[in-house]
């Protein structure tokens, strides 16, 4: 079977990467206002970005002592503190603005790499399904809108695999490794690739040059864990495997849980357990890597029941439409191989590997945005294989699933756009900065849902209250800096109270936020117990309803519980 591939470049490539491209500007039309999302991860690589650009090193401003990272490679933090020393400042809203203009640009030209790229594999009609699909894609466009890792390292990714080869190549396989840990998979694919292709000087080649990215960071970590401040720490915990934010990967990950540490450290059992649970995750990811979540579908055969009753749809449907995709994904990677693209095979199967030995299966939507535009890549291709040798049968039946396989990537393209209007129209909430001057600014964030809301307000809240230096616990302690100027620290994952109040008084801390935020319920589980066993020595000074959050402020002296409801409502 033969399957047409990549011809010259044509005045018809240019009009459909121009639609591609108008694909990308227009999924960001709703979204150009205010400063970028910095809350969770992107909130670490922006106070590690101020920390360069002030000549401070490479330190995490919120933790008192200022300490040194070691989790997240350099390359996005450097990419923020070259945006606040061209602007002359380090205000979140003004660099934050001017980072969401420069994640629009990284967006357009990923959506006109990943046509480029796939214009290596297949003709340009096909090219476009899979660009179009990616610039469309409803998880990576939500993560476009934060200051996080994933989109740049998958815009690196795809230049990588659209250069093809030579010293560019191994610059953006570099490159990648210092965006994210995980391009260690696309350097092992680099090698990988010279080995099966018996070019073992270019092996060596490459694999020195991967030595040398690789030892470098690692030089930089060891050093920093061995240095006299790594092993004094500031406070108890600050160092303690479950701060993940302050130590390495492979000492959160020792956990058979990293966000219930009182469960112990994974034996070897746990961690054989833990691969395979989560390889019989990855089938379902990966369908959901070239469509939408799991959720969505089943929400969709759920709304389908309420409007047409007799259907009565069994919602198992959703699922098997998701395996269905994931077959045929890998499909499309075999047959890739098979045509001798053996290096994106090495990297998707290098890729998920890492995926599975990590504890956070509830993040793997997320890790797979990067590997979005070679899983749909795939599942183009064996649809493309497919209808190629549809097309050279004579028999009716197989020109119709000629039509059928055509009509199935039109329909996931229109349900990415779908999901998309959703999107945006259920999920784009309103937002608030008040910048250092007072002035408040006004935008929209995905996902900034009612929770997110109070606990802004609150956070502006204590901003005006609070007295310089006093320190924060709280489950979200770089958004609580940017927002506060305070330093801010995670509690102790420590369930007994009195143990958990010793080490944050400790610290010390003046005010512990038990947060109602739903992605990770560690404000709630470990700063509760920690008010219940000294409820005198913590009064309740912010309180506005049970959706957002309650702030306590560390009594010198001790307080009557019965005073602290007089507190409700301050504002």
């Not at 998707?348 to 995926?355: E, Q, R, S, Y």
């Not at 939507?365 to 497919?386: E, H, N």
Request: hydrophobic share 50%.
């Amino acid at each position: 079977m033969s399957l047409p591939t990549a011809g010259p470049w044509t005045r018809a490539d240019t009009r459909l990467l121009v639609v591609v491209v108008a694909l990308a500007v227009t999924t960001w039309l709703p979204r150009f206002r205010g400063p970028i999302d910095l809350r969770y991860d992107a909130g670490v690589y922006y106070t590690l970005g101020t920390s360069l650009a002030q000549g401070k090193g490479y330190r995490l401003l919120n933790e008192p002592g200022a300490i040194q990272a070691i989790q997240y490679p350099p390359l996005l933090p450097v990419f923020a503190a070259i945006h606040e020393r061209l602007l002359g400042s380090s205000d979140p809203v003004k660099v934050g603005h001017w980072l969401r203009i420069s994640a629009f640009l990284l967006f357009v030209g990923y959506a006109a790499a990943v046509y480029g790229m796939s214009r290596r594999f297949l003709t340009r009609g096909y090219a476009f399904l899979v660009a179009a699909m990616c610039a469309v894609h409803t998880q990576t466009v939500f993560m476009s809108d934060s200051f996080a890792a994933d989109v740049p390292y998958g815009f690196v990714s795809t230049l990588f695999f659209l250069v093809g080869g030579g010293f560019g190549a191994g610059l953006l396989a570099v490159a990648s490794y210092a965006i994210r840990s995980a391009g260690v998979a696309l350097l092992g694919a680099w090698i990988g690739e010279s080995v099966l292709r018996i070019r073992l000087r270019q092996a060596a080649l490459r694999a020195a040059v991967a030595i040398v990215a690789l030892g470098t960071w690692q030089v930089y970590t060891s050093g920093v864990k061995h240095s006299p401040e790594y092993q004094q720490p500031a406070y108890a915990y600050q160092r303690a495997g479950y701060q993940f934010y302050n130590v390495g990967y492979l000492e959160n990950m020792a956990y058979k849980d990293p966000f219930r540490p009182e469960l112990g450290q994974a034996s070897s059992r746990d961690l054989v357990k833990r691969v395979l649970v989560n390889l019989g995750e990855l089938p379902m990811g990966l369908g959901e890597g070239v469509s939408v979540h799991r959720g969505w579908w089943r929400s969709e055969v759920e709304k389908l029941n309420q409007k047409v009753p007799a259907i009565h749809a069994p919602k198992w449907l959703a699922d098997v439409a998701i395996i269905i995709l994931c077959l045929l994904v890998i499909a499309g990677t075999v047959l890739l191989a098979w045509h001798g693209y053996w290096i994106i095979g090495l990297y998707l199967v290098g890729a998920l590997l890492l995926m599975a030995l990590t504890p956070w299966p509830g993040q793997f939507i997320r890790y797979l945005v990067p590997l979005t535009p070679f899983l749909t890549l795939a599942l183009v291709y064996a649809l493309a294989a497919a209808s190629a040798w549809a097309a050279q049968t004579a028999h009716w039946v197989w020109r119709s699933a000629r039509l059928c396989l055509l009509g199935a990537v039109s329909v996931i393209l229109i349900q990415h756009c779908y999901a998309l209007y959703k999107t945006y129209t259920k999920y784009l909430h309103p937002a608030v900065f008040v910048d250092a001057a007072g002035k408040r600014h006004d935008y929209r964030l995905l996902f900034h849902d009612r929770t997110w809301q109070l606990h802004d307000d609150a956070l502006d809240w204590l901003a005006r209250r609070a007295k310089p230096g006093e320190i924060v616990a709280t489950s979200a302690p770089h958004w609580a800096y940017l927002k506060t100027g305070l330093p801010s620290v995670m509690p102790p994952y420590v369930p007994d109270g009195a143990e958990a109040d010793r080490l944050i008084s400790a610290v010390p801390v003046t005010y512990l936020i038990v947060d109602r935020l739903e992605f990770v319920d560690i404000g709630r589980r470990y700063t509760t117990p920690i008010v219940a066993h000294a409820p005198d020595q913590w009064r309740l000074i912010y309180f506005v309803n049970d959706t957002g959050p309650r702030i306590y402020q560390r009594e010198v002296s001790a307080v009557p519980a019965s005073k602290v409801a007089a507190s409700r409502g301050a504002k």
